[in-house]
């Protein structure tokens, strides 16, 4: 009896499980994988850089590659893939600066929103990414935060995104 058990464990191991349908929640058809340039404006300055956005491990997980180019420092790498049992998308996000971001979201009515809880000088901060205006060849992001609870939205950082073709 012990061995059957042991047997069915090593067989179900090897089975490959099923791919979250990444398609069926949108992201993939709408978050343009493989995108770059973007044109990024923050405190008023515009810049160049890349992202390099393509699925991984099976099609569970969607790798994001980051970089600012040479107007922006900033480089950075997230994971992101759509937990069925909650059925929401989770991101996990690191960078060269030593950041360490974890979001939570969904896509509804055309628009992808990922947010966090923070904490900065000990208030409480909302932050979101918001993809939206989303198509075939380019998308509008933002990185936004609210101060107030999330009744109100303060857009931090826009980049409009242009597929490479």
């Known amino acids: 009896m012990e061995w059957g058990r042991s047997q069915q464990t090593r067989r179900a191991r090897r089975r490959k499980p099923p791919a979250p349908s990444l398609s069926r929640s949108n992201l993939i058809s709408g978050l343009a994988i493989g995108i770059s340039p973007g044109r990024a404006e923050k405190s008023g300055e515009q810049g160049h850089g890349t992202n390099s956005i393509r699925r991984v491990m099976d099609g569970c997980v969607v790798e994001e590659n980051f970089s600012g180019g040479d107007s922006m420092p900033l480089r950075g790498m997230s994971l992101s893939t759509f937990d069925a049992r909650a059925q ?3 991101q996990t996000w ?3 600066e030593g950041g360490y971001l974890d979001f939570v979201g ?3 009515d055309g628009h ?4 966090r809880e923070a904490a900065k000088d000990r208030r409480q901060v909302l932050q979101r990414m918001v993809f939206k205006n989303i198509s075939a060849k380019d998308l509008d992001w933002s990185w936004e935060r609210s101060l107030d609870g999330g009744k109100t939205w303060q857009v931090v950082w826009p980049i409009h995104y242009k597929r490479k073709i």
């Not at 992808?112 to 947010?115: C, K, V």
């Open 112 to 115: 992808m929103i990922l947010a």
């Open 106 to 108: 969904e896509f509804r």
């Open 94 to 96: 690191v960078d060269n």
């Open 88 to 90: 929401k998308w989770k």
